[in-house]
């Protein structure tokens, strides 16, 4: 099985490059962040031209996920939304049983700055998710997308210019932790403990030829995922050419 995660920082811009991906990786499973779509403008039938349908979570101007699969994959057992989430009117989280397996989409609050009401809902939303995760974590359960957590220094290209920031204090990481402990792995730091995969760079010029960028994307598996795993890579030509996302997608491959 090959799936694919990213924020794509809004579909109605790049939905192009979406198509592009679906048909150079042709995926088992693809999940999207940040759609920031319309509830009723959802791209049903550029996605079922391609081949594809999807199930959504779409709150307009912000947030969105999405999770889109093979025309002949059942998608069932939908569940949008994440039972104790600071802020239910942003479209965050989605569950949905595909293929013998119970996926989700997430993008996690950005948090603004730690001295912020939002960086606590963030830290109240990863401790929703590790409940939820630890409720289904004995089944065959992958959770990816955008967790805006650099889970260790290795993830930040620059650690010294980020401290103080989000995305790499103490309490963000001892909550992503959480979602390991939970009862997941993290597939990419699984097969690459040394390694620093970027999935995010600024827009500024030359963050990205600089390799100026953060590991905020993930694969979650349960152990009865994991056990198949077998690659978790980043495709960083979807941050080159026209209309680029801030993040490249995220492919994992199972056996």
């Avoid at 293929?99 to 929703?128: H, I, M, T, W």
């Avoid at 690459?192 to 995969?197: A, D, F, I, L």
């Avoid at 999935?199 to 198949?228: C, E, I, N, V």
Wanted: glycine share 8%; net charge negative.
């Amino acid at each position: 099985m090959k799936a694919v995660t990213w924020n794509v920082n809004s579909l109605k811009a790049r939905m192009p490059r979406v198509l592009e991906l679906l048909e150079a990786h042709q995926p088992d499973l693809l999940l999207l962040q940040e759609t920031k779509t319309e509830p009723d403008a959802f791209p049903h039938l550029e996605l079922e031209a391609a081949g594809y349908h999807a199930e959504h979570h779409s709150a307009g101007r912000w947030a969105g996920v999405a999770v889109v699969v093979p025309r002949g994959v059942e998608l069932s057992e939908a569940r949008a939304g994440l039972e104790g989430e600071p802020a239910v009117d942003e479209a965050r989280w989605l569950e949905v049983d595909a293929d013998g397996q119970r996926v989700v989409s997430v993008y996690v609050p950005n948090g603004r700055s730690p001295d912020s009401p939002q960086y606590a809902e963030k830290l109240g939303f990863l401790e929703a998710a590790a409940e939820r995760i630890r409720a289904l974590s004995h089944d065959p359960l992958l959770v990816a997308g955008d967790f805006n957590v650099c889970a260790t220094d290795l993830d930040v290209y620059d650690p010294e210019a980020f401290a103080g920031a989000t995305h790499v204090t103490p309490p963000e990481r001892e909550r992503f932790a959480g979602l390991l402990e939970a009862g997941t792995i993290d597939a990419f730091r699984e097969l690459h403990p040394e390694e620093q995969g970027f999935t995010w760079w600024d827009y500024r010029q030359g963050h990205f030829h600089r390799k100026m960028g953060l590991r905020l994307d993930a694969f979650l598996l349960s152990p009865p995922l994991a056990s198949r795993l077998e690659s978790c890579g980043i495709d960083r030509g979807f941050r080159k050419g026209p209309k680029p996302s801030d993040h490249a997608p995220l492919l994992l491959q199972l056996d």
